[in-house]
Each structure stands twice: as structure tokens, then as C-alpha cells.
């Protein structure tokens, strides 16, 4: 069964680092999102996109995170610099797009210590 | 705006108990509507879906009904086992903003034998 795959599933790092989270859609999904969810809450979203561009990030804080899907296919996520208040689960889905439903990968624990 | 609201948890039930969980919606035009199951440590798992008012979406022996007229898709399940023991996420796509995926705040069940 096709899973969208995202690594790493735990990743520590000191506040002031940088971390990155990679993430492989299902194949043929033209829509990727990442979602962060901080404990006890619902994912919300960071960044959405369709085929290679970004069509929705809102809500990505501009100034330390950044997203790229340079061929359409796979996705990097990353933080620079980390700060406490990123700690969180990252999770990342894909969507043939439209408003079919989305596959979540295993998601990310990040901690910043 | 859109948005969809649960039922607060945790809820706490014993084996073969019968589980209802609430969830309401405030959306523009008639959206599909996911219930989504995380375990522990986990990403979200698509657990059933409804694409239209009256729709009855099942899996696992879980039910959810799209009720137009209350705007609720309340999930339901007969008797539930030790292995139900997870997060239970509402979710509804925004069609204007291409699928994003807005939850509820999750309710977290939890079985004991």
C-alpha cells in the first residue's frame, strides 16, 4: 500500500539550530502539504502545494521556516533558527488535489531543548 | 468562516461500551467531511469519509452520518474495544483554498478492558 514517507520520526536539536524535514509524497499526488501540531491540538496548516508551487503559506513563519518541492515530487521543510517554541509534531500529506481526502505520513517529532 | 468544532475529551469508556463522539461544521456549500483516527506517536490515518448530505461513511465498524440540516457528522461506534484507544480528528476541506484541511481539536478516547 503507498505511504507518504517522512524522515526523520524524532529529531532533537538545540534552540538556535537549524533542522530540516524531508518528506516523499504518494506517487502521483500533485498536492503536498505540511501541517504542524503542537500537543493536544489539531494540525494546522504551514504550506501547501501544488505540483512545485506554493499555493498556500499563510501561516509559515517566513522569517525562520522555509519549504521547497523543486521537481513536484518530494519536499523539504526546514527551520532556521530553531526556537522553543517549535517543538511540535511535523506532519506531511498528499492529495491527488481538489478536495479528496489527504494521506498523512508518520509525522516528526521535533524538540527544541 | 469555516470551521468545525468537537466534543471536548477524554473520554473514558469500558470495553464493548457504545461510543459517540460530536462533531459540528460552519462551512460555505456542502464540503466532504473526514473523520481522521491518530495513534499514539503516529500520524493521522483516514478513518471515514462522507462526500455529500445523507452520505453514511463506515470503517471498522465506525459509522458517521453527514447530516445537512444540524451540520453535524457525529462519529459512532456499537461497542468499542481496548484497541480504539487513540485521538479522533473532524476535518473539513475548504474547496476555495484548495483541499486545506481544517480539524477539530481532537477528542481523545480511551478503552479499558
Known amino acids: 500500500e503507498a505511504e507518504v514517507a517522512q524522515s526523520p520520526r524524532y529529531k532533537i536539536t538545540e534552540k538556535s539550530q537549524a533542522v530540516a524535514f524531508w518528506c516523499d509524497p504518494i506517487s502521483g499526488h500533485a498536492t503536498l502539504y505540511w501541517y504542524r501540531q503542537i500537543l493536544g491540538q489539531g494540525p494546522e496548516l504551514l504550506v501547501q502545494?501544488?505540483?512545485?508551487?506554493?499555493?498556500?503559506d499563510s501561516q509559515l513563519p517566513k522569517d525562520r521556516f522555509s519549504a521547497e518541492r523543486l521537481k513536484g515530487v518530494d519536499s523539504t521543510l526546514k527551520i532556521q533558527p530553531a526556537e522553543l517554541g517549535d517543538s511540535a509534531m511535523y506532519l506531511c500529506a498528499s492529495s491527488f488535489g481538489g478536495v479528496t481526502e489527504a494521506f498523512f505520513g508518520q509525522g516528526t517529532r521535533l524538540t527544541v531543548v | 468562516g469555516d470551521s468545525v468544532t468537537q466534543m471536548e475529551g477524554p473520554v473514558t469508556l469500558s470495553e464493548e461500551a457504545c461510543l459517540t463522539i460530536?462533531?459540528?461544521?460552519?462551512?460555505?456549500?456542502?464540503?466532504?467531511l473526514f473523520w481522521y483516527v491518530q495513534y499514539p506517536g503516529e500520524g493521522l490515518q483516514l478513518l471515514l469519509k462522507a462526500t455529500k448530505a445523507d452520505d453514511k461513511g463506515s470503517n471498522k465498524g465506525f459509522e458517521a452520518t453527514y447530516r445537512k440540516e444540524t451540520t453535524s457528522f457525529h462519529l459512532e461506534k456499537g461497542s468499542v474495544q481496548v484497541s480504539d484507544s487513540a485521538v479522533y480528528f473532524c476535518?473539513?476541506?475548504?474547496?476555495?483554498?484548495?483541499?486545506?484541511?481544517?480539524f477539530g481539536q481532537g477528542t481523545e478516547l480511551s478503552v479499558k478492558p
Open positions: 460530536n462533531c459540528t461544521y460552519t462551512a460555505t456549500g456542502y464540503p466532504s
Open positions: 502545494f501544488q505540483d512545485e508551487s506554493v499555493v498556500d
Open positions: 476535518a473539513l476541506p475548504l474547496y476555495n483554498q484548495g483541499g486545506k484541511l481544517i
